[in-house]
């Protein structure tokens, strides 16, 4: 039996075609691994993608913006010896149609002056078919969702700012669309001339200008960034190369995608459990065949390697199935996400994630198979022969170097493949811990109720037996039914919270309105107007500028290799203000508000979160550039902001004195009575063509359809984790059928009824189900509450009547598993399982 060719040819006849016993493992397997290569597979393509199209998507091989300004005549030399270059300017605007009963109709939009060399890659496709590059100062081309909003098509004429353009056509595809990033309201691409015309660009307005450069065969586009760094320190200049085209939308997805990774690490972890209890009801099952071959002689490893092979053969086959339904997700992940997704990949196959989705298969199979194997292997031939009498366990000396290592391995290749090192093992850690206490839990469960009265009720009693009596599976069948009932709650909970504050809180706490490039010297006009259109308004005004953080302390931005956690206002420009007063929406944790007219040195106040994730305290000093020119500030406070307010919110506040001299405008907020909006809108057109007025009903829109998206695919990924779940509890009852069968057996010959029968067994689980429900709903809230209040920063609004119903729902669930597991014992015949006893 040492031999493993000898052991193959004994596993090969035993195993049926059918894999009968095994077909737990199998699903197990497939499940979770096919989740891992469906996530991995699908992050890949995109990724890929992204870096395929990235000149395209980015509209050159580098770029550089920077916003209030245009290149100096020295910056624009240096970008013309890199290559070939193209300049952009974008800025929000209002685009107007007039005419019609009601009066003008207006659309917020981002209006793009490009010049003739746009685009340097790809084209600017019509929905005509034909492609276009824009150079008539008089015309426009408009994206379909501006042409359905104000119903109008090519022909037709539009106004912006204090100038007229004539539709010229639809667009189909803006290659760069993606580059842009995140935009309020559709796109109106004009000739760099045409820009002028709209006379919306003055002294302070906010617009931002491009520079895309197509670089020639062999030049690296980092060596172009540097080498404009160098030259222009202080610039202010935020650069993208062709592989990071789209740096916010790739670092959400690679984001996105580790995280589902690891809900499918968590699923596959679950599933783990099902594959243990599965195997070890396969093996107790075969105890009869291994009692044969330990009275022939077998030794305890040659027993291990007949049946470690019949298990790896399953595993690999459920693993294979795994991996290519994973593969065949990916495009109908792509069909049903539609426009969701930032681009549409081709078909491919991607071997890393399928490589790294197997890996963790083969580990957990190893870490969870490992018990029952060496139990089965060590369980001397009498102690087997007496069947589910010997209740012996596998030596954990010899059980935990396999499983330990394996569980090793597994969390070192998911700390070491993850973006966040820290977050995965934190992750992994809560899963883990979870577990421990589920295990705990049933435990607890079984020596209490060891110790209770036994009810008179003798079907109760049964069943309250059924829970310590030896060899009850009470510890897996609450971790199965603690992880069941703890992801619908998780589930239930964060839905319903997230809906409640898009539906309740948002609206509430929002204007109405946003007014952008306010002129300074038209404030009282500003009031007066919007005033006049609707008295009750409540009118809120304050400094908006664009500028880069170029160091702090005694650290350079562009010398950092990566930034540190949480220093997300480190990436690119950032809007600033200055203020007399602390804001209404922001609250002092540290330092103080300089006082009234202050005129000393200059100085800011920061985000409390972004004053520690740069390690700053009060007095240091923070550098940032405006139109160019670098300036410094020290740190006078630090603030608490309310993000949830939807008003205007800075992570910088600045003393007036240190940048009130730069050349702004102002941004309003509007708080309105509903209904009013339009009459705002059509009143401040007329008298100010250069304010671009943005209702808020749109953007929460948008917040609702993002946030609904991200809700959609955690759902889906716990879905995995969930069916995982149920393949546990399915496992626990196969594992406990032959303590089921003779528990059934004797009752029937004591001369229950098969209703008796199935009555004790529900009973069971209705008080397993009842135990664990706190436990799952103190569980399932807690998770909830953290990603709710910590990741997606909203208030905790879970809707209690949804969770309770989904709470009870899934314990319907299980005691309908547990009820249909148990049909199978009804129909044994007591001579015939006690001949088999």
């Excluded at 084209?123 to 081309?141: E, I, K, T, Y």
């Excluded at 027993?303 to 459920?318: C, F, H, K």
């Excluded at 240091?620 to 139109?627: A, E, G, K, N, V």
């Excluded at 506040?653 to 809108?681: K, M, R, Y």
Aim: aromatic residues 6%; proline residues 6%; charged residues 15%.
């Amino acid at each position: 039996m040492s031999d493993w060719r000898l052991a193959w040819r004994l596993a090969r006849r035993e195993l049926h075609g059918r894999f009968r016993g095994l077909r737990l493992l199998l699903v197990c397997m497939f499940l979770g691994v096919g989740a891992l290569a469906a996530i991995g597979s699908l992050s890949a393509a995109i990724d890929g993608e992204l870096k395929a199209r990235g000149a395209a998507i980015l509209g050159g091989d580098v770029e550089f913006a920077t916003s209030q300004r245009a290149a100096t005549s020295q910056e624009r030399a240096a970008f013309a010896r890199l290559g070939r270059v193209s300049e952009t300017t974008s800025m929000q605007a209002m685009a107007v149609r007039d005419g019609g009963g009601d009066g003008p109709q207006t659309v917020p939009v981002t209006l793009k002056g490009v010049d003739t060399a746009y685009p340097l890659y790809g084209q600017l496709r019509l929905a005509d078919g034909s492609s276009v590059r824009p150079s008539d100062p008089a015309r426009v081309w408009i994206a379909p969702g501006l042409a359905d909003r104000l119903a109008v098509g090519v022909g037709d004429t539009l106004r912006l700012g204090t100038a007229r353009f004539a539709i010229a056509g639809i667009i189909a595809d803006e290659p760069d669309r993606l580059g842009e990033g995140f935009t309020l309201g559709p796109v109106a691409i004009v000739a760099a001339p045409g820009i002028a015309r709209t006379g919306l660009i003055q002294p302070g307005s906010l617009y931002e200008t491009k520079y895309r450069v197509a670089l020639p065969p062999g030049r690296v586009p980092d060596a172009a960034v540097e080498a404009i760094q160098r030259a222009f320190p202080d610039g202010g200049w935020e650069s993208k190369t062709r592989d990071r085209a789209s740096p916010g939308a790739a670092r959400f997805l690679d984001r996105m995608g580790q995280f589902l990774v690891l809900v499918g690490l968590a699923a596959l972890a679950i599933a783990g459990i099902g594959v243990g209890n599965g195997v070890g009801s396969y093996l107790d099952s075969r105890r009869g065949s291994i009692a044969a071959l330990k009275v022939l002689g077998a030794t305890s490893g040659g027993i291990a390697r007949v049946y470690l092979l019949q298990v790896a053969v399953v595993a690999g086959i459920g693993i294979l199935l795994g991996l290519v339904a994973g593969v065949a997700a990916v495009p109908l992940i792509l069909w049903i996400a539609g426009d969701v997704l930032p681009v549409a990949p081709e078909f491919a196959i991607y071997p890393a994630p399928l490589a790294l989705a197997a890996a963790y298969g083969l580990l957990t199979a190893l870490a969870f198979t490992a018990p029952p194997l060496v139990r089965a292997g060590t369980v001397p031939a009498a102690g087997l022969l007496r069947g589910s009498l010997d209740l012996r366990r596998a030596p954990w000396r010899r059980v935990l170097p396999w499983t330990l290592g394996a569980g090793v391995l597994v969390v070192a290749i998911a700390v070491a493949t993850a973006d966040q090192p820290g977050f995965t093992a934190s992750f992994l850690a809560t899963i883990a811990g979870t577990l421990l206490l589920l295990a705990g839990f049933g435990w607890g469960v079984r020596r209490v109720a060891a110790r209770l009265p036994r009810p008179h009720r003798p079907l109760l009693r049964l069943a309250l037996t059924g829970l310590h009596r030896p060899g009850a599976r009470t510890v897996t069948l609450v971790v199965a039914l603690g992880l069941g009932l703890t992801l619908f709650v998780l589930l239930a909970a964060i839905r319903t919270s997230i809906d409640a504050n898009i539906r309740q809180t948002i609206p509430q706490r929002a204007p109405a309105l946003f007014a952008l490039d306010v002129p300074r010297d038209q404030v009282p006009a500003f009031r007066r107007t919007v005033t006049g259109a609707a008295p009750r308004a409540d009118i809120r005004m304050v400094p908006l500028l664009r500028g880069t953080i170029t160091g702090y302390g005694d650290t350079r931005v562009a010398d950092l290799e990566t930034l540190p956690e949480g220093a997300w206002a480190l990436r690119g420009e950032r809007g600033l203000t200055y203020a007399e007063t602390l804001p209404d929406s922001n609250e002092l944790v540290g330092g103080s508000w300089w006082p009234a007219g202050y005129a000393g040195p200059p100085l800011v106040s920061l985000d409390v979160d972004l004053g520690r994730a740069l390690g700053l305290k009060i007095g240091d000093p923070i550098r940032y550039s405006l139109l160019g020119v670098e300036r410094e500030a020290r740190v006078a406070s630090f603030r608490r902001i309310h993000w949830d307010t939807m008003g205007f919110n800075f992570v910088m506040v600045f003393s007036p004195n240190a940048i009130a001299d730069v050349p702004h405008n102002l941004a309003a907020t509007i708080d309105l009575p509903t209904g009013q909006e339009g009459a705002v809108t059509r009143a401040l057109l007329p008298r100010f063509p250069s304010v671009s007025v943005i209702e808020v009903r749109g953007v929460i829109g948008q917040v609702r359809t993002l946030v609904g998206q991200m809700a959609t695919a955690i759902a889906a990924a716990a879905s995995v984790a969930i069916l995982a779940g149920i393949a546990v509890l399915i496992g626990a009852i196969a594992a406990a059928r032959e303590a089921r069968t003779y528990d059934g057996v004797i009752l029937k010959t004591l001369g229950a009824t098969r209703a008796q029968v199935l009555a004790v067994q529900a009973l069971e689980y209705a008080l397993l189900s009842a135990a664990i429900a706190a436990l799952a709903l103190a569980l399932g809230l807690g998770g909830a509450w953290y990603v709710v209040v910590e990741v997606f920063r909203f208030e905790w609004l879970p809707d209690y009547a949804v969770v309770l119903a989904t709470l009870a729902a899934g314990a319907g669930v299980t005691l309908l598993i547990g009820v249909l597991g148990a049909l199978p014992i009804l129909g044994t015949r007591p001579a015939r399982a006690l001949r088999q006893l």
